[in-house]
């Protein structure tokens, strides 16, 4: 039951509907419901949905998702953008830049703690604090969330509209071969340019390819809820039954896919405590959660990060980005305040 990025359009057509969505807001599942959605469909609107989203469709908000489908229009959503090279070059070019303006980067402490009062923000770390007028939390939301570093005084209103958005869960893993073995299957030319494939009734539902890029790497990604099934499981646990699962996707012998197997690289978002998940979705009713979260607290403490996103870019790095100038911005406009 797969197929090669065929038969998608009617699962992207009713979420292009969703960016007329008016009323009080519902969750997907009760959007699906009104909407009368066949069954076939159903499942596969929710792979989706559950996948890019990392969310939980019983949980995330129908507005939230109309939202992020016109952001997305905007600015070319559907096309696929790489850094070649790699993701990590962005840090380390605005590390550059910080560098270049007299700023220092302190890497490879973990803040415990922040005391703060007003015009006076204390960041306690396992080796030493730091002290400043005003500090930006980019804590990951799950962090936030969770309490891995107590704020003291909690920030009620943040941490209230914080309330309104839900970590989500992914799990992803990438394995590298000898060979691109699917490049010579059938259909042909169709696999040798494979780009995405979609196998909804597998474990992992959603795989994707470099390509146009020449690489013998294949990605697997499940979001949402179904991530839970590789919970707890090692590279090797998973590229095992991956290389099962391929293997019935394109009819090979498992033993075949595994031979041709150099290694798997995977991360469990999940259990890794500077990130409690994978990125942010917004709960039905959270639709205002992220604005209310960008409002200083007492002009001391500002919060940024791509849960604090306020243009339907959520769980983006350009979301992120765009709220660490935000808060800029809001810093730049507000005088100091006195200790
Ligand atoms: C598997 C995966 C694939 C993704 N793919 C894409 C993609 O293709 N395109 C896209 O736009 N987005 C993608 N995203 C989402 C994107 O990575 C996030 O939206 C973005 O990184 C969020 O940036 P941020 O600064 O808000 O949070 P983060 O990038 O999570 O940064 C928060 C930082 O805080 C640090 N931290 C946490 N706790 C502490 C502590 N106690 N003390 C000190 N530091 C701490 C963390 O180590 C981390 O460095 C993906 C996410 C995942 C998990």
């Excluded at 992914?170 to 071969?177: G, I, Q």
């Excluded at 073995?181 to 994707?208: D, I």
Aim: hydrophobic share 40%; charged share 25%.
């Amino acid at each position: 039951m797969s197929d090669c990025g065929g038969g998608m359009d009617e699962v992207f057509e009713p979420l292009e509907r969703l960016e007329d969505f008016e009323g009080p807001d519902i969750s997907f599942a009760e959007y699906l419901d009104r909407e009368k959605v066949p069954a076939e469909e159903r499942g596969r609107m929710i792979g989706y949905v559950e996948g890019f989203n990392a969310a939980d469709h019983r949980d995330v908000s129908a507005a939230s998702l109309g939202a992020q489908q016109k952001a997305e229009d905007a600015s070319e959503g559907d096309r696929i953008f790489r850094l070649r090279g790699g993701y990590d070059q962005l840090p380390a070019y605005l590390a550059k830049r910080i560098a270049e303006y007299g700023g220092t980067v302190i890497t490879g402490r973990a803040a415990k703690e922040i005391r703060w009062k007003i015009g006076r923000a204390e960041i306690i770390t396992d080796s030493g604090s730091f002290v400043a007028a005003r500090a930006v939390v980019t804590l990951p939301l799950g962090v936030l969330q969770g309490g891995g570093v107590a704020i003291s005084p909690a920030p009620d209103t943040v941490m209230e509209a914080a309330g309104g958005l839900r970590m989500g869960q992914v799990r992803r893993f990438t394995l590298l071969f000898r060979e691109r073995f699917w490049g010579g299957l059938e259909p042909h030319p169709a696999l040798s340019e494979m780009s995405f494939l979609f196998s909804f009734s597998e474990m992992p539902p959603v795989w994707w390819t470099p390509h146009p890029e020449a690489s013998n790497s294949i990605t697997g990604w499940v979001g949402g809820r179904r991530s839970q099934a590789l919970e707890g499981m090692d590279a090797e646990e998973i590229s095992r039954r991956a290389c099962a699962t391929l293997g019935r996707i394109f009819g090979l012998e498992t033993d075949y896919v595994s031979n041709l197997l150099m290694g798997c690289y995977t991360h469990d978002w999940r259990h890794d405590a500077f990130t409690g998940g994978a990125y942010s979705y917004v709960a039905t009713g959270g639709l205002d959660a992220s604005r209310h979260m960008t409002e200083p607290v007492a002009g001391t403490l500002y919060f940024a990060g791509e849960h604090t996103d306020i243009t339907g870019h959520w769980g983006t790095v350009h979301a992120a980005m765009r709220s660490g100038l935000r808060a800029a911005a809001q810093i730049l406009a507000h005088p100091k305040l006195k200790d």
